[in-house]
């Protein structure tokens, strides 16, 4: 294991020291002499992004799409669009190799080749510093505005690597989360579980009512569905800035204790290993399941849609993360941070121009950038009323059938990721049924309380980044076999102190001291 990480990023290091360009100082002479947008005698530029599922729908490539045509209109630049198809981080590594980098690569930058600061050393991409502060106005005028933010978006000596996504109020820190069967629950006279034991008392009414499995998930929705139970399969905050590795925690055995006791009384699928998305859709809309976890918009949204269809009974709706005992608080679960770290775009250091490259992606930062990202193109994708952006039938109601996800990835960005701030207006439209908003207010209910126990958008060292990766490799490959023996029951309990040492012999004390080491860092900033 080791030997392989070694070399696999010794060989990366090689190849990155030999990519050409400006040499990552920024101080190439610009060919354009920036009068306002759209920019004159801007040279064309690469830019690479990776299709997302519903843009592949209606598009062969990110500059077919309505939004791209007009980006490059408004601000003076032709984009050559590059999309990587499938082949997605390899197909990056690929052009790293053969130094046929583009200008620009939106990407999660925060993690990608262990971290920025290392890809700035090796000459990947340019720091942004200076280039910011001469050329880019609109973007240096909100992280002044926003230095919360101003922290999280560079590294720990300062440094700016990219233009990043952000994500501009609490309604948008959260996207997945618990559902259940609103309407059967009312029936058996229960309301919206606010403990682990309401959420038991609602299983086992589903049972009662004939429910084939009450409780459903993935096995991946099993980690996720553990924020009820105020944990995770990852670190967090112990409320005092303290960080904690969830697998190990005493609510992590408590989440595991409790779905052991549901999965002997029937009321988890005892199937969840082998469970897969598809089989929860077809679950939930088959009136087998009351109970599961999924997203507002693709997930609740679409059964939504389907039910309606049919015109039968159908009350799913989120509910808050439940605390672990009467009168206590959920302390953790799922909630982002404002920068999730990916849709960031690096300026790499093969771009001849990166005083145009800023200024262009500065336009998103801009408010007429600010609402084409978010909103498209007034008269078109959106009309303002009552001073709002609302959303035309061109998203709503596709006229050539498409859905509102992929619509939306044809006229705007604010359904996926980019430089520029997302707008609560996109998220107030896309989820729009009644059910769906009760969602969202439920998810974030407790954002308060629960954004003091989630770590930061901390960045490690080179060093400490291969160290971590190296570690967690193996002990998230043996927490997760683990994590299904004591739910299944084939691992007794009274064998949990000898799963934590060997979690601990892995290197998990290790791990979280590096990760402690790298919060304390982004605090002290």
């Not at 006791?261 to 859709?281: M, Q, R």
Request: charged fraction near 25%; charge should be negative; include cysteine.
């Amino acid at each position: 294991m080791k030997k392989r990480i070694f070399a696999l990023l010794c060989a990366g290091m090689m190849l990155l020291s030999g990519c050409g360009g400006n040499g990552g100082n920024g101080d190439t002479a610009s060919t354009t002499d920036f009068k306002g947008y759209p920019m004159e005698n801007a040279p064309k530029m690469t830019y690479w992004l990776a299709m997302n599922a519903n843009m592949s729908l209606v598009a062969s490539n990110p500059g077919d799409t309505e939004f791209a045509k007009e980006l490059s209109k408004r601000t003076g630049v032709e984009i050559e669009w590059i999309d990587p198809g499938t082949a997605g981080e390899e197909d990056l590594k690929n052009r790293i190799a053969s130094k046929e980098l583009p200008d620009m690569v939106e990407y999660g930058w925060a993690g990608f080749n262990g971290g920025p600061k290392k890809n700035i050393e090796e000459g990947l991409i340019i720091p942004l510093n200076d280039l910011i502060e001469e050329h880019a106005p609109n973007f240096k005028k909100y992280l002044e505005e926003n230095p919360e933010i101003d922290k999280m978006i560079k590294t720990d000596d300062g440094t700016y690597y990219c233009f990043p996504f952000i994500r501009g109020d609490k309604r948008l820190l959260i996207s997945t989360g618990p559902v259940y069967r609103r309407d059967w629950a009312k029936e058996a006279g229960l309301e919206a579980p606010k403990t682990v034991a309401d959420i038991e008392e609602i299983l086992k009414a589903y049972k009662e009512q004939g429910v084939k499995k009450p409780l459903s998930l993935t096995a991946g929705g099993i980690t996720s569905f553990m924020g009820n139970f105020s944990t995770s399969d990852s670190f967090y905050y112990n409320g005092k800035q303290k960080v904690v590795y969830g697998p190990t925690s005493k609510n992590y055995k408590f989440a595991l204790e409790t779905l052991n006791k549901w999965y002997n009384e029937g009321l988890l699928d005892k199937n969840f290993v082998s469970v897969d998305d598809a089989t929860i859709k077809a679950q939930v809309l088959n009136d087998e399941t009351g109970m599961t976890f999924t997203s507002g918009g693709g997930g609740l949204g679409s059964w939504l849609d389907t039910k309606a269809a049919t015109g039968e009974a159908f009350d799913m709706v989120g509910f808050t993360y439940t605390a672990n005992k009467e009168g206590g608080k959920n302390t953790y679960h799922g909630l982002d941070t404002n920068y999730p770290g990916y849709g960031s775009v690096a300026i790499t250091s093969s771009c001849k121009d990166p005083v145009a490259a800023v200024r262009f992606l500065d336009y998103g930062y801009s408010e007429e950038g600010r609402l084409l990202y978010n909103f498209g193109i007034e008269g078109v994708s959106y009309e303002v009323i009552d001073g709002e952006c609302i959303f035309t039938d061109l998203i709503n109601k596709n006229p050539d059938g498409w859905t509102q996800a992929s619509a939306m990835t044809y006229y705007i960005r604010s359904s996926t990721a980019g430089p520029f701030v997302q707008d609560k207006g996109y998220i107030d439209q896309f989820y729009g049924k009644p059910n769906q908003q009760d969602t969202l207010d439920a998810w974030i209910a407790d954002y308060d309380t629960v954004a003091k126990y989630r770590l930061p958008n901390y960045s490690m060292t080179g060093d400490e980044n291969i160290e971590h990766t190296e570690l967690m490799f193996d002990i998230n490959e043996y927490v997760a076999a683990e994590r299904v023996k004591f739910i299944t029951g084939e691992k007794s309990f009274d064998e949990w102190d000898a799963y934590v040492k060997q979690v601990n012999k892995l290197g998990a004390k290790r791990a979280t001291e590096i990760v402690q080491a790298a919060c304390d860092r982004y605090q002290a900033k």
